[in-house]
């Protein structure tokens, strides 16, 4: 099973800052990674696949790099709307698995 | 518009069992995969099963494996999963997903709540 870390578990920044969140790997997954966010109460949301391509209508502030084990999400610039869960998910093999999320906060 | 609602959620006894299901709209239903990911009170996402898009191919997490079984009816446009020998490890907020390839689930419903105690 490949087993994603995502750090910081917790990331408290103010709305204007850039956000930098990391996913590792426990092997390679290619690019086959995808990051999700979640907001209280809601179900999670398509941000970025294949590691640094937006999904339909995700702002342009969010962006993804990476390949191999070593994955980052990009906040250019934290909206009030922004503070949310994220997750990255793998599927490169069987079982898909996620990480444990990053929390970010105002 | 692509829409994916869940059912079938509620309180059981452990051991009980529990049958969700997921009406899909708004795609062609036959023509993808589809998953059911869970995510317990206050935890992250834990992904549970998935099936091809003719059913043929189906995937389990190790948790779940042997005790629930993931089906769908492409007439119906219905995604299911049945759920045996139910523990409390397993309450949680179940949500239906679609993968738009075999790599990342695209729309997700809301997700239907399931809590086993006695």
């Known amino acids: 099973e490949i087993v994603l870390t995502q750090s910081p578990a917790t990331l408290s920044l103010s709305p204007g800052e850039r956000a930098t969140l990391s996913c590792r790997a426990s092997?390679?997954?290619?690019?086959?990674l995808t990051w999700y966010q979640q907001k209280p109460g809601q179900a999670p949301r398509l941000l970025i696949y294949?590691?640094?391509k937006r999904a339909t209508g995700i702002p342009a502030r969010f962006s993804g790099s990476g390949s191999g084990t070593d994955f980052t999400l990009t906040i250019s610039s934290l909206e009030p709307e922004d503070f949310a869960v994220y997750y990255c998910?793998?599927?490169?093999?069987?079982?898909?698995?996620f990480g444990g999320g990053t929390k970010v906060e105002i | 518009e692509v829409q994916l609602l869940e059912s079938g959620g509620g309180l059981v006894q452990p051991g009980g069992s529990l049958r969700l299901s997921c009406a899909a709209s708004?795609?062609?239903?036959?023509?993808?995969?589809m998953s059911w990911v869970r995510q317990a009170p206050g935890k992250g996402l834990e992904w549970v099963s998935a099936i091809s898009g003719s059913g043929s191919d189906t995937y389990y997490a190790d948790s779940v494996k042997g005790r629930f079984t993931i089906s769908r009816d492409n007439s119906r446009n219905t995604l299911y999963v049945q759920m045996n020998s139910l523990r409390a490890e397993d309450t949680a907020v179940y949500y239906c997903a679609k993968f738009s390839t075999w790599y990342r689930l695209d729309y997700w419903g809301q997700g239907t709540p399931v809590t086993v105690s006695s």
């Open positions: 998910q793998q599927r490169s093999n069987w079982p898909l698995t």
């Open positions: 092997q390679s997954v290619n690019s086959y």
């Open positions: 708004g795609f062609s239903f036959r023509d993808y995969a």
């Open positions: 294949d590691a640094s």
